[in-house]
């Protein structure tokens, strides 16, 4: 790599990473405030905080996370991908800042949808940049990924292992940092944007092309439904919403568990560190290892990534779909069976899932591309992230009304049921592979 390419993949990796770090971190502190909030005043009245109520909270947050990333698309064309970045670190630290300092549930909620606002416009700025600035394309996509996987793995797990030690309005700010850092690195960041474009292409490149106005949009909006997008869209909703609807509340429910029951952390440390840490005897600190089963279910999804790029080459994309989807529903229906199995059973069943749940993540992401026009790549991708993190996020509001209203047996069939759709539409796919208008959008 050249200096240009260097100081790009520095920014991006950072970026991703700090991105997903804020992502999954989130349903760690949910647990925390099923309990440290009784009730939303909503000045004329008040309502019962349930895991529906924090179901909703989340989902705003993530909501905006997707949705935004249509808008941050159109965003990075007209002010370049390094401002959209730095505003969307010292975005999402602020917002961190904002959740340490809140008093009450509502102000928890408007600073989840100030991060979920910032942090939405990071895809398409960073992929853009890295498409448009860095030479060596491929591995500069490469080491992008790297970052985020880092970010879904150890941000879980920093956050676990600081809230043994303090409260979570602490460990909260104290997240805000690292973007912190991460925001003034880009704002001193010196690079070429459009290296790459200019280098192969004398700037004529498809990657300069942008949608440059609202009757364009939706003349190249009708262009993906017309070609049969909508489908794709459905499986990239699908992996959404069993995404979301698994993860938000998994922290929660592994804690009403015996084999993850709360350990003093007095008794686990030497008295002399003990005393250092001001831990004390009755402190009511404690080790919660539902955190840390949950850390390193995410973690093991690094290597899900990684099979799953691998085996797009090998496996027919449909296919893979549909095989990675009903893995999805065997794991759903399977859930529950397992918990009361023992703790090694669930400790295998946690690194399969972690697995399974990012393995999918390649799948579609090549779908994507297997069932777009190249011309309208860009605007696919925006709308990809729209189902995955937009209506996915539904996928935590689902979540919390069945577990209030309903029980966890409940929620995993359901979660069954929309990996079922998911493997439905895949076999869909597969079906019509073959069909003169699916060649036609492929050779497009």
Same mark, same amino acid.
């Given at each position: 790599?050249?200096?240009?390419?260097?100081?790009?993949?520095?920014?991006?990796?950072?970026?991703?990473?700090?991105?997903?770090?804020?992502?999954?971190?989130?349903?760690?502190?949910?647990?925390?405030?099923?309990?440290?909030?009784?009730?939303?005043?909503?000045?004329?009245?008040?309502?019962?905080?349930?895991?529906?109520?924090?179901?909703?909270?989340?989902?705003?947050?993530?909501?905006?996370?997707?949705?935004?990333?249509?808008?941050?698309?159109?965003?990075?064309?007209?002010?370049?991908?390094?401002?959209?970045?730095?505003?969307?670190?010292?975005?999402?630290?602020?917002?961190?800042?904002?959740?340490?300092?809140?008093?009450?549930?509502?102000?928890?909620?408007?600073?989840?949808?100030?991060?979920?606002?910032?942090?939405?416009?990071?895809?398409?700025?960073?992929?853009?940049?890295?498409?448009?600035?860095?030479?060596?394309?491929?591995?500069?996509?490469?080491?992008?990924?790297?970052?985020?996987?880092?970010?879904?793995?150890?941000?879980?797990?920093?956050?676990?292992?600081?809230?043994?030690?303090?409260?979570?309005?602490?460990?909260?700010?104290?997240?805000?940092?690292?973007?912190?850092?991460?925001?003034?690195?880009?704002?001193?960041?010196?690079?070429?944007?459009?290296?790459?474009?200019?280098?192969?292409?004398?700037?004529?490149?498809?990657?300069?092309?942008?949608?440059?106005?609202?009757?364009?949009?939706?003349?190249?909006?009708?262009?993906?439904?017309?070609?049969?997008?909508?489908?794709?869209?459905?499986?990239?909703?699908?992996?959404?919403?069993?995404?979301?609807?698994?993860?938000?509340?998994?922290?929660?429910?592994?804690?009403?568990?015996?084999?993850?029951?709360?350990?003093?952390?007095?008794?686990?440390?030497?008295?002399?560190?003990?005393?250092?840490?001001?831990?004390?005897?009755?402190?009511?600190?404690?080790?919660?290892?539902?955190?840390?089963?949950?850390?390193?279910?995410?973690?093991?999804?690094?290597?899900?990534?990684?099979?799953?790029?691998?085996?797009?080459?090998?496996?027919? @994309?449909?296919?893979? %779909?549909? $095989? /990675?989807?009903?893995?999805? !529903?065997?794991? *759903? +229906? #399977? =859930?529950?069976?397992?918990?009361?199995?023992?703790?090694?059973?669930?400790?295998?069943?946690?690194?399969?899932?972690?697995?399974?749940?990012?393995?999918?993540?390649?799948?579609?992401?090549?779908?994507?591309?297997?069932?777009?026009?190249?011309?309208?790549?860009?605007?696919?991708?925006?709308?990809?992230?729209?189902?995955?993190?937009?209506?996915?996020? @539904?996928?935590?509001? %689902?979540? $919390? /009304?069945?577990?209030?209203? !309903?029980?966890? *047996? +409940? #929620? =995993?069939?359901?979660?069954?049921?929309?990996?079922?759709?998911?493997?439905?539409?895949?076999?869909?796919?597969?079906?019509?592979?073959?069909?003169?208008?699916?060649?036609?959008?492929?050779?497009?």
């Amino acid at each position: 790599m050249n200096r240009n390419d260097r100081s790009i993949v520095a920014l991006v990796m950072l970026a991703h990473g700090m991105v997903h770090t804020y992502e999954l971190s989130i349903p760690i502190f949910v647990s925390i405030w099923l309990t440290e909030f009784d009730v939303v005043n909503l000045g004329l009245t008040q309502l019962e905080v349930t895991a529906a109520t924090l179901g909703l909270v989340v989902t705003a947050g993530y909501g905006l996370f997707g949705l935004g990333a249509l808008p941050g698309g159109v965003l990075v064309d007209r002010i370049g991908s390094r401002r959209l970045i730095s505003v969307c670190l010292f975005g999402m630290a602020g917002s961190f800042v904002l959740l340490g300092l809140s008093p009450n549930l509502l102000v928890v909620t408007l600073a989840l949808l100030c991060w979920g606002a910032a942090a939405s416009v990071y895809h398409p700025a960073g992929l853009a940049l890295i498409s448009k600035g860095v030479d060596e394309r491929g591995t500069g996509f490469a080491y992008h990924g790297i970052a985020g996987n880092v970010g879904i793995g150890l941000g879980p797990l920093l956050t676990a292992v600081l809230l043994m030690f303090l409260d979570w309005t602490t460990v909260a700010m104290l997240l805000a940092l690292p973007a912190l850092g991460a925001a003034a690195y880009a704002l001193r960041a010196r690079f070429d944007e459009t290296a790459a474009v200019d280098a192969g292409s004398g700037g004529s490149s498809k990657a300069d092309a942008g949608v440059d106005s609202f009757a364009e949009f939706v003349s190249e909006s009708k262009r993906l439904v017309a070609g049969g997008f909508v489908v794709v869209f459905l499986v990239v909703m699908s992996s959404g919403l069993y995404y979301r609807g698994v993860l938000t509340f998994l922290p929660d429910l592994l804690s009403e568990i015996d084999q993850f029951a709360a350990v003093p952390l007095a008794t686990l440390l030497p008295a002399g560190v003990s005393d250092l840490l001001g831990v004390e005897a009755g402190s009511g600190r404690t080790l919660q290892p539902e955190r840390y089963f949950y850390s390193g279910l995410l973690m093991v999804g690094v290597l899900g990534q990684y099979a799953g790029g691998k085996l797009t080459d090998r496996v027919p @994309l449909e296919w893979g %779909l549909v $095989g /990675a989807f009903s893995g999805l !529903a065997v794991l *759903a +229906v #399977l =859930f529950l069976p397992v918990v009361n199995a023992g703790l090694v059973p669930l400790l295998a069943f946690g690194a399969v899932l972690g697995f399974s749940l990012f393995v999918i993540q390649p799948f579609y992401q090549a779908t994507v591309a297997e069932y777009t026009p190249a011309g309208t790549r860009g605007l696919s991708y925006g709308f990809t992230y729209l189902g995955v993190f937009g209506v996915g996020a @539904l996928g935590g509001a %689902l979540a $919390g /009304a069945i577990l209030t209203y !309903a029980t966890p *047996a +409940v #929620l =995993f069939t359901t979660l069954a049921g929309i990996a079922v759709a998911g493997a439905l539409f895949g076999l869909y796919l597969a079906r019509k592979r073959e069909s003169p208008s699916a060649a036609e959008v492929a050779s497009d």
